[in-house]
């Protein structure tokens, strides 16, 4: 006979509670959105990572084409500013790997690198560029 789980009078006249299953459910809910919740943690955190890179990458490639949009600056003039600075920006959340310069009527910066990562095997690649007009007397 099935009898609701509220209250069931014990032997002594002293009402008490039975068990219900409502409880176990508990370590159920638990299992599944402890790791739901931390998932969405770590996807913050890295999204916050990869912006953290490509701020300090696009910076740096407007650092680079800018030093090297003035008159008489050269490509190692623009390539060496966007190094520095990329360096100086990262704080040790983006490492730069690779500084590519051209200089024409345009002064073009692509600064290339990579940011560090929560997740292991999952690298973040940055590759940011900024292009300004190269000063010219007229």
């Given at each position: 006979?099935?009898?609701?789980?509220?209250?069931?009078?014990?032997?002594?006249g002293a009402p008490r509670r039975l068990r219900d299953e409502r409880g176990a459910a508990g370590p159920v809910t638990a299992a599944i959105v402890v790791p739901s919740?931390?998932?969405?943690i770590v996807a913050a955190i890295q999204i916050g990572l990869w912006y953290i890179a490509r701020s300090a990458a696009i910076t740096a490639a407007e650092e680079g084409a800018r030093?090297?949009?003035?008159q008489h600056a050269t490509q190692a003039d623009g390539c060496s500013?966007?190094?520095?600075?990329?360096?100086?920006?990262?704080?040790?959340?983006?490492?730069?790997?690779?500084?590519?310069?051209?200089?024409?009527l345009q002064s073009t910066v692509?600064?290339?690198?990579?940011?560090i990562s929560m997740v292991p095997g999952v690298p973040i690649t940055v590759?940011?560029?900024?292009?300004?007009?190269?000063?010219?007397?007229?």
């Open positions: 006979m099935n009898r609701p789980a509220a209250l069931v009078t014990a032997v002594g919740l931390l998932f969405v030093v090297m949009a003035g500013a966007a190094r520095d600075f990329a360096t100086r920006a990262g704080h040790n959340l983006f490492t730069v790997s690779d500084v590519d310069c051209s200089r024409g692509t600064v290339t690198g990579r940011g590759n940011q560029s900024a292009t300004l007009p190269v000063e010219r007397v007229s």
